[in-house]
Nanobody, 116 residues
Framework: QAQIEESGGGVVQPGGSLRLSCAASTSSGAIYTMGWYRQAPGKQRELVAT???????TYADSVKGRFTISRDIAARTAWLQMNNLNTEDTAVYYCNVELYTSQTFWGQGTQVTVSS
C-alpha cells in the first residue's frame, strides 16, 4: 500500500503560476516513477508529466515549456511547477506513483482552476 498526499491546487488567473506537491509513503518497495495526470470535466484523464528515479522526464506536448516536474528521491516527493497557465489547464490534477514492483497508486486529486 501507499499513501499519497497532494497539495498546491487553487484558483489562478491566466498567465499565472502554481506549484503542486506530491508526497508519497509506502512500505511496498522503492518508487520508480512519479508523475502528474489531469482530468478536465467531460474528458479522459491524461498524462501531464512524469519523472523517473534517474530523473528522466516526459511531458505532454500541451505543457512543454510551461511546466516543470522535479523530484527529491530521498523525500519521496515530487513537484510540478506550472507557469503561464491558461484556461485549458483547468482540471483535477492527480499524482501517480509507480513502484519497481509495477504497482501503481493514485492520489485523491487537487483542483486547479484557471479563470479571470
Amino acid at each position: 500500500q501507499a499513501q499519497i498526499e497532494e497539495s498546491g491546487g487553487g484558483v489562478v488567473q491566466p498567465g499565472g503560476s502554481l506549484r503542486l506537491s506530491c508526497a508519497a509513503s509506502t512500505s511496498s518497495g522503492a518508487i520508480y516513477t512519479m508523475g502528474w495526470y489531469r482530468q478536465a470535466p467531460g474528458k479522459q484523464r491524461e498524462l501531464v508529466a512524469t519523472i523517473s528515479e534517474d530523473k528522466i522526464t516526459t511531458y505532454a506536448d500541451s505543457v512543454k515549456g510551461r511546466f516543470t516536474i522535479s523530484r527529491d528521491i530521498a523525500a519521496r516527493t515530487a513537484w510540478l511547477q506550472m507557469n503561464n497557465l491558461n484556461t485549458e489547464d483547468t482540471a483535477v490534477y492527480y499524482c501517480n506513483v509507480e513502484l519497481y514492483t509495477s504497482q501503481t497508486f493514485w492520489g485523491q486529486g487537487t483542483q486547479v482552476t484557471v479563470s479571470s
